[in-house]
């Protein structure tokens, strides 16, 4: 099992232009999450899915849009970056019960 | 909204325990987890306790749960240099299956 997968693993932007960030997990979770960490500070919730077909805000939803099409994979869009997206992005999927969660590597953005 | 406090940093000498500590405010989590972070490197899990649970131990790890004072500690015995990174504290939301997580607590382990 790779677990879980994100790609790409760094990217740079420039304000305004858009990018998909893709989470692949091959656990067959139902949830999955993307977070987003700034430095100093713990992880907050962008946006989760409980399951294929269907997304939900979290913490700090605006500027960001999702989809899960696949049970497998769960994406972050950034429609028009700004430099306050600049973070390091991780992705999670969770087990039924008992309830764990695993995070992926991490995607470090920089929007200049 | 719901909270978790951590103390921002420990430093221990290797070979003692490290004690680290967190409070929360959510009185419903029935989960309560920890994470390391290591630098550069995502979150990876360490240990759980379920809300009926005081104490959960594996291995060199004892999770202490106090639900009243909503109080949860990590005890890391014999602290290795392998053991330098952040900690997270993380009580699972249960309304909305979410993680709360604090900002976490560097433990530095000096030779």
């Known amino acids: 099992n790779a677990g879980v997968t994100q790609t790409p693993k760094f990217r740079v932007l420039k304000t305004g232009q858009s990018m998909t960030l893709l989470c692949a997990q091959d656990?067959?979770?139902?949830?999955m999450y993307w977070y987003r960490q700034d430095p100093g500070m713990g992880l907050r919730l962008i946006h989760y899915?409980?399951?294929?077909?269907?997304?939900a805000k979290g913490e700090v939803p605006d500027g960001y849009n999702v989809s899960r099409l696949k049970k497998q994979n769960f994406l972050l869009g950034l429609e028009s970056a700004a430099p306050s997206q600049t973070s390091v992005y991780f992705c999670?999927?969770?087990?039924?019960?008992?309830?764990?969660?695993?995070f992926g590597p991490g995607t470090r953005l920089t929007v200049t | 909204g719901e909270d978790v406090e951590q103390s921002l940093f420990l430093s221990v000498r290797e070979g003692d325990s490290s004690v680290i500590n967190c409070t929360y405010t959510?009185?419903?989590?029935?989960?309560l987890y920890w994470y390391k972070q290591e630098p550069g490197a995502g979150l990876q899990l360490l240990t759980y306790?379920?809300?009926?649970?005081d104490m959960k131990q594996d291995q060199r790890l004892t999770v202490l749960l106090n639900k009243k004072d909503k109080h949860l500690s990590l005890r890391i015995a014999d602290t290795q240099t392998g053991d330098s990174a952040i900690y997270f504290c993380?009580?699972?939301?249960?309304?909305?299956?979410?993680?709360?997580f604090g900002s976490g607590t560097r433990l530095l382990v000096r030779p």
């Open positions: 999670a999927s969770r087990t039924g019960t008992p309830v764990e969660q695993y």
């Open positions: 993380a009580p699972l939301m249960d309304s909305s299956y979410k993680l709360i």
């Open positions: 656990m067959n979770h139902e949830y």
């Open positions: 959510d009185s419903s989590s029935t989960y």
């Open positions: 306790i379920f809300s009926n649970m």
């Open positions: 899915s409980v399951g294929e077909g269907t997304t």
